[in-house]
């Protein structure tokens, strides 16, 4: 087994000692975590300004905050040690995870750097991490279009010349015009991840749609010369057999036979059941017949191909359209089969391509035995990215997707990850591992998994041939066991992973009188005179119930993607992989990312287009931060006197002399419980009134002494089948005393034990639960600042605001707009068939006043997988949400609801603007005499589009644009009211805009005209720096992000995913009001 960092063999983790990328500056003394050449991780304290992570370090060479890789430029998300809307830490933290200038929690700690990778096993060893350092961006960077720019400018150069825009009267315009765009902030030039496409579009296209059935071997000799073929039985409405790798062999065959018949078209296909091509086809029959003859096998195929269409794609039109914005019809996405057509032209080359493996539609990865570049793949030599050695890694891939954008075409094309199996002979991944099947037992168990329903080509001798023939197939993997396979002429003995001398089947040799039982061993000594390695499992190329061995010598395993849940170390090992600057992203865009892409193919010059050298320019603006408000602490000097203002400086602050704006109620009964840990009582009961006295000194709570009937221990261990019960109890027996908040001690990490406290606090008994990690709160270095991240829930929970806009739009000032986010989150990362059908969870937040600093809460269950709300119950949320306002504003409604509806993909803005608005309305119906005025604000995460800077005085200092950059023009449509806002100082990585789109406007252009877009962009940014749990700006505005961990702290109510979802599972009515989710 490896040990964690000793060794080359096995991985080192980290560099040498006091590495250059040591988490420490230069005061870092080395804190070596393995051993031999795995030390390094060298831990010191930063400087006090920039905090954990050294110096404010060169544009694209790292620096700044963070728990970094690639020259320390990182840092945690927040969560239950940092994650989104997890269990204990916030993101960022009561000093932020990364103060001031950042700093974590009261303390500044040294930057963390190299880490090292990750070798042999899951779970175990590390090779060096490929960290290196970052590339710059280049220093010369062209201009704008101007010829784009001066056609955004001409749409708005006379006011509401684009909203004034005239469509056929036949036609309901859905989604509102943009306004203008916005103006505010210091302009900036910006890099952005798209490339200029170039078409000639003086021609349509023709898009024919696919249909196969698999003809009967006996019958079709006979009927093809009529064109009428016999079917497989299929039942109505079920789905053709073909799909995977077989479907896009017929479909290759499909078009290479169609060619024949169309020698001046130019064909493209996505390999599953399309075809585009560039003039109507020549076919001679309608079904074809498409032959295919398997490698390895005399048989051939036969299939019936129907072609349905063609449905004209017109590309005049969408030319028209793009140099004018003027619509035909109120559609959206806009020429959305157009765009289909032509992403699968652009992406035929590469798709066709071999050692190139395709997820999904837009995702391509070299993973054939062709891809050696250390930095896009996997290297059969180096394990630096590999969580099974040779056999399992994450890889490098490019996503590409074509993008209308006012007056051109554009090709968002951005760096991707994966986990792959990749292409590698099964012996050679065994001898690495130097694998025996009675030693290796859990290294087996490891590669079982990873080899489970594997494609593979397999080796064998033909009956008449003394040539190896191969086949590819889908195979069940490792042999395990023997047990309960019942063959017959089949005997396996009782062992784990049984080899092939432990495997024995009845054969017949040509010397043979009888059939004689022979292990596989002895088969292939005496018919090929080979020598099997009997300390090798065998795999299983056959079924479970009708088995085929096959040993590993003739194996090999074809790359593929691979579903697998990995656990924290695969996890942690994929983020740092993927982690990478803005610098390091350009260039792989630049060099690899177009070679693998086949930008110059010849086929896009058949269809007319033709991909820039080079990523576009764009105009950006950098919004100001805003004005925050705390009181100030004892002893508070300067700007942090009465009254406690100041400007955040690159996206984030700290609360060193600070308390809360708002305290929340005061605590006159609380309880501490400590569940599974071994301190002394004592030593525990310290712990709580040291952070009780925090609070009160540090914060401005109010909060009693001493805990309602002193400490309350819980003896659990792990894996404890009654901790349930026993949590349940101790709980309740405080529950009944009236403490109004439970502090609780965990001895670490554990996320069944949390979701067990979350579920009898939230639901059964209706009281507030703190946790706190044992391991944290117990050391004294680092102490106070997690205390303080601790307390930014805990006052959150008893209502209390932690800091306050003190200058924003007037709309929110005015006190009279309620602002709203919801989500819907869907079952992932299931393991079985019945988790995977859950029902889906909504999550809605809505502000009470115009502090906007509490955020309660309802959720819901939903139809599963279905992202569109049409129920009732979405209707009456929103009526809880205007009764709690009214109840908090002397009996006021809001006049102006503003709503983030978080995750909605383009697709499906029209079905919120025909199922949810609508429930919405009814919402307001039922409480106003006359209706509030609402705008509907799409937020989406979850997209390619990336920004870098062209200058370092744009820089911020982890190479990222500076926080606050909006973008809402050169990539985006004239037409549609959208916009990119990275309001966050990203810690780690290449920051991810947000993107915004407004699918419905009644707000901003009545009340604010041309300062409409100015208007919505600042309050979408001020709202970024309102997230309680954090004191850093945000990358999406909070009332979305609540309403995701809303989503999943229901989840947890719910049982995890339970399938059933039985027994009660909403929030107690106690604490139904409140930010409990948080």
Not at 58 to 86: I, L, N, Q
Request: aromatic letters at 8%; one cysteine or more.
């Amino acid at each position: 087994m490896a040990d964690r960092g000793g060794g080359y063999e096995r991985g080192k983790r980290g560099a040498s000692r006091g590495a250059p990328r040591d988490r420490g500056g230069a005061g870092g003394a080395p804190r070596g975590r393995g051993g031999g050449d795995g030390a390094g991780r060298g831990r010191g304290r930063g400087d006090s300004q920039d905090g954990r992570g050294g110096g404010r370090g060169a544009p694209f060479r790292g620096g700044g905050r963070g728990r970094g890789e690639y020259s320390g430029d990182g840092g945690g998300r927040g969560g239950y040690e940092g994650g989104r809307g997890g269990y204990e830490g916030g993101r960022g933290g009561y000093e932020g995870r990364g103060g001031g200038r950042g700093g974590r929690g009261f303390g500044d700690r040294g930057g963390r750097g190299d880490r090292g990778g990750r070798g042999r096993g899951f779970s175990r060893g590390g090779g060096p991490s490929r960290s290196f350092e970052p590339k710059a961006l280049p220093v010369t960077f062209p201009e704008p279009d101007k010829s784009v720019n001066d056609l955004e400018n001409d749409l708005f150069s006379v006011e509401g010349k684009m909203a004034s825009l005239s469509v056929s009267k036949e036609i309901a315009v859905r989604l509102p015009y943009r306004p203008v765009f916005g103006t505010r902030g210091a302009r900036v030039k910006l890099w952005a991840n798209y490339f200029n496409l170039d078409l000639k579009a003086d021609k349509d296209l023709y898009l024919y749609h696919l249909e196969f059935f698999k003809i009967d071997a006996e019958s079709s000799a006979s009927e093809s010369d009529t064109g009428s073929f016999k079917k497989n039985k299929r039942e109505k409405g079920e789905a053709p057999a073909l799909k995977g790798a077989k479907l896009g062999q017929v479909v290759a065959a499909t078009v290479d036979l169609v060619k024949t018949f169309n020698t001046d078209v130019a064909l493209a296909t996505e390999l599953k059941s399309k075809i585009v091509a560039t003039a109507k086809l020549n076919l001679p029959q309608n079904p074809m017949l498409v032959p295919l003859t398997t490698e390895g096998s005399s048989r051939r195929d036969l299939y019936s191909v129907s072609f349905e269409g063609p449905r004209i794609l017109n590309l005049p039109q969408m030319a028209g359209y793009l140099k004018t914005m003027q619509e035909v019809d109120a559609s959206f996405p806009k020429f959305e089969d157009v765009v289909d057509g032509l992403n699968i032209v652009l992406g035929h080359t590469a798709r066709t391509n071999p050692s190139i493996s395709v997820v999904g539609s837009r995702r391509f990865f070299e993973t054939g035995k062709s891809s050696s570049n250390p930095d896009d793949g996997y290297d059969m030599d180096e394990e630096k990215n590999f969580l099974v050695p040779t056999v399992l890694a994450i890889c490098r891939g490019y996503f590409q997707s074509v993008r209308l954008a006012t007056g051109r075409l554009l090709l968002n094309t951005n760096v991707t990850h994966g986990v792959f199996r990749v292409d590698a002979e099964v012996k050679d991944i065994f001898r690495r591992l130097n694998i025996d099947r009675r030693n290796s037992l859990e290294d087996l168990h490891v590669l079982a998994r990873v080899f489970n329903r594997a494609r593979v080509e397999y080796r064998f001798r033909g009956a008449k041939s003394d040539k190896d023939l191969k086949r590819q197939k889908t195979i069940m993997g490792i042999l395990e066991s023997g047990r309960g396979m019942q063959v017959e002429g089949l005997k396996i003995e009782d062992t784990p992973f049984p080899g092939p001398s432990q495997v024995t089947f009845l054969t017949s040799l040509p010397d043979d009188v009888a059939p004689v039982y022979r292990t596989v061993t002895q088969y292939y000594k005496e018919k090929y005179n080979v020598d099997l390695n009997t300390s090798w499992p065998l795999l299983n190329v056959g079924t479970p119930i009708k088995p085929t061995f096959v040993p590993a010598e003739f194996c090999r395993i074809l790359p593929a993607p691979v579903k697998i849940k990995l656990n924290d170390a695969d996890s942690q090992a994929m983020i740092e992989f993927a982690c990478r600057q803005p610098g390091d992203n350009y260039h792989s865009i630049m060099n690899r990312g177009q070679d693998i892409l086949q930008h110059d193919a010849g086929l896009l010059k058949d269809f007319g287009l033709k991909v820039g050298k080079g990523l576009l320019t764009v105009h950006g603006r950098e919004l100001g931060a805003p004005t925050l408000c705390y009181k100030p602490g004892v002893g508070a000097k300067g700007p942090r006197a009465t009254p406690a203002q100041f400007k955040p400086s690159s996206g984030a602050w700290n609360m060193s002399g600070l308390k809360f704006a708002v305290p929340g109620k005061p605590i006159t009964s609380w309880g501490c419980v400590a569940i599974g840990i071994q301190a002394p009582d004592g030593e525990i009961i310290k712990i709580a009134n040291e952070f009780r006295a925090q609070v009160n000194n540090n914060c401005g709570l109010i909060m009693d002494e001493t805990p309602t009937d002193g400490l309350t221990r819980v003896f659990v261990k792990p894996g404890d089948p009654h901790a349930q019960g026993k949590i349940n109890a101790a709980l309740a027996r405080l529950a009944k005393q009236q403490v109004q908040i439970l502090l609780v001690f965990i001895p670490r990490k554990d996320t069944q034990l949390y979701a067990a406290i979350k579920r009898v606090g939230d639901v059964d008994l209706g009281v507030h639960t703190v946790c706190m990690d044992w391991k944290k709160a117990s050391k004294d270095k680092g102490r106070a600042g997690y205390f303080g991240n601790v307390a930014l829930k805990w006052n959150l929970k008893m209502g209390g605001i932690n800091h306050q806009l003190v200058d924003t739009v007037g709309l929110i000032k005015d006190g009279k707009t309620m602002v709203v986010g919801y989500d819907v989150v869907h079952p992932t990362n299931v393991a079985t068939a019945a988790e995977a059908a859950a029902p889906s969870v909504v999550g809605l937040v809505a502000s009470i006043d115009k502090d906007l600093g509490q955020w309660p809460a309802t959720a819901w269950v939903h139809t599963s997988r279905q992202e569109v709300c049409e129920d009732e119950q979405l209707k009456t949320a929103f009526e809880s949400r205007l009764d709690l306002w009214k109840a908090k504003n002397n009996g006021r409604l809001p006049e102006n609801i503003i709503i983030y509806r978080d995750g909605v993909s383009e697709g499906q803005f029209a079905l919120v603007l025909e199922k949810e608005v609508p429930r919405i309305r009814a919402a307001c119906r039922t409480r106003y005499k006359n209706p509030p005025r609402l705008a509907l604000i799409v937020s989406v995460k979850r997209h390619h589009t990336r920004f870098y800077p062209t200058t370092p005085e744009h820089t911020s200092r982890t190479g990222n644009v500076r926080p606050g950059t909006v973008v809402d023009r050169g990539v985006t449509q004239a037409r549609y009211w959208d916009f990119f806002l990275t309001a966050h100082d990203s810690i780690k990585g290449t920051a991810r805009p947000a993107h915004y789109t407004v699918v419905l406007d009644e707000i901003f252009t009545p009340r604010a005209g041309r300062n409409a877009a100015d208007d919505l962009e600042t309050i979408t940014h001020d709202l970024c720096y309102m997230f309680g749990r954090a004191t850093r700006a945000v990358s999406i505005c909070p009332p979305a992000y609540y309403a995701d961990i809303v989503c999943e702290r229901a989840r947890i109510h719910r049982g995890l995913l339970s399938p059933s979802g039985k027994g009660r599972w909403q929030v107690h009515e106690n604490i139904r009001n409140s930010m409990y989710y948080v």
